[in-house]
């Protein structure tokens, strides 16, 4: 079992920037996948970031050049929010996924970000 915890949202005016952190505790391994999530209302949830291990990460189009994806360690995650728009304006949820002889998925409770002047 894994458990997430984001911080880090909050109300910020457009062109603003906000740094996000994902906690995991429990059986959590630097080989898991870790990716930030989001979902606006009255919409589908959405990919914005993802890591793998090994492996370089993936942006959603809507915010390359914008938003930075990094881990430090095996429990840490965080996603660096830059030239901010009104329409990322949404929930931001961390995942983390991984193969442990069945395919596992964890959320976490999500991080409201609101892009408004």
């Known amino acids: 079992q894994v458990q997430l915890v984001e911080s880090g949202g909050g109300l910020v005016q457009p062109g603003g920037s906000l740094r996000l952190s994902c906690a995991a505790s429990?059986?959590?391994?630097?080989?898991?996948?870790m990716g930030w999530y989001r979902q606006a209302p009255g919409k589908q949830r959405e990919l914005v970031a993802v890591?793998?291990?090994?492996?370089?990460p993936t942006y959603a189009d809507s915010v390359k050049g914008r938003f930075a994806i990094s881990r430090d360690n095996a429990n840490r995650m965080y996603l660096q929010m830059d030239s901010l728009k009104p329409e990322d304006t949404a929930v931001y949820y961390c995942k983390v996924s991984r193969m442990r002889g069945s395919w596992e998925e964890y959320w976490g409770q999500g991080t409201q970000v609101t892009v408004s002047s």
């Open positions: 890591m793998t291990y090994g492996g370089s």
């Open positions: 429990g059986s959590i391994f630097s080989t898991d996948a």
